[in-house]
């Protein structure tokens, strides 16, 4: 059962456009999600999260949106340059267990 | 600052041959301890976790084992390799810490790609 489901498995954004990464989770425990980058045959590294408390957090060009009704978020990313492309992992904490739960990920191109 | 080493960056093994994956942490105490691995195009499974020495948490049955003989120190092993067993395996650290509504999250290590032929 995925509890984390990313559908889209690939992604290609003109460079300069907006890239939109979407993210929908199934438990209603859930109330920390943390964004990962990951270039290929490295490790991925932190990118942004945010708290159930919030709907919005934005760092820079990047911007994570919280939709709590929906059980959905998204990762913004404006403008896009061509280091962005990059599998992004989305993940989600919750209740006592401090695991994280991924998704599948998303394989974000970008073209010149 | 906390850095995560991991080793080797590159295996290439024949079948049923033992494997033996180490990752250290520094800079930290009594952190939990992760082997994931992401098989060619797909996302990432975790295979072990470790809330402290000796004690191994498995998620998914198969031929690898993992060991945490000391506190930031953890292996992940085989007997016998598989080809099946092919992937890139990852450890990660990440605080024991519980905060409500904070995750201070994983810290990677570069990561083994490893071929089983």
């Known amino acids: 059962d995925q509890q984390v489901k990313q559908n889209s498995p690939s992604l290609s954004v003109q460079e300069g456009r907006i890239s939109i990464l979407n993210c929908d989770y199934t438990?209603?425990?859930?109330?920390?999600f943390l964004w990962y980058k990951k270039y290929p045959a490295e490790g991925p590294t932190f990118l942004i999260s945010?708290?159930?408390i919030k709907d919005k957090n934005e760092d820079g060009r990047f911007t994570v949106f919280l939709n709590k009704s929906a059980k959905h978020l998204s990762l913004h990313i404006v403008p896009s340059q061509p280091g962005d492309s990059a599998v992004y992992f989305c993940?989600?904490?919750?209740?006592?267990?401090?695991?994280?739960?991924w998704g599948a990920g998303t394989k974000l191109i970008i073209k010149p | 600052s906390q850095t995560i080493h991991q080793w080797p960056a590159t295996l290439v093994q024949p079948v049923g041959s033992p494997l033996s994956l180490e990752c250290t942490v520094e800079?930290?105490?009594?952190?939990?301890l992760y082997w994931y691995r992401q098989a060619a195009g797909r996302g990432l499974q975790l295979l072990f976790y470790?809330?402290?020495?000796?004690?191994i948490s498995s998620e998914v049955p198969q031929n690898l084992s993992a060991s945490r003989p000391q506190d930031r120190q953890f292996i992940l092993s085989s007997k016998k390799l598989l080809l099946s067993d092919s992937g890139f395996y990852l450890c990660?650290?990440?605080?024991?810490?519980?905060?409500?509504?904070?995750?201070?999250?994983?810290?990677f290590g570069s990561g083994t790609r490893l071929t089983v032929v």
């Open positions: 945010i708290s159930s």
């Open positions: 800079g930290t105490s009594n952190p939990n």
């Open positions: 470790s809330v402290g020495i000796g004690q």
């Open positions: 990660a650290w990440s605080h024991r810490l519980i905060v409500p509504r904070v995750h201070y999250g994983y810290t």
């Open positions: 438990n209603s425990m859930f109330d920390y």
């Open positions: 993940a989600a904490s919750g209740g006592s267990n401090y695991q994280l739960i």
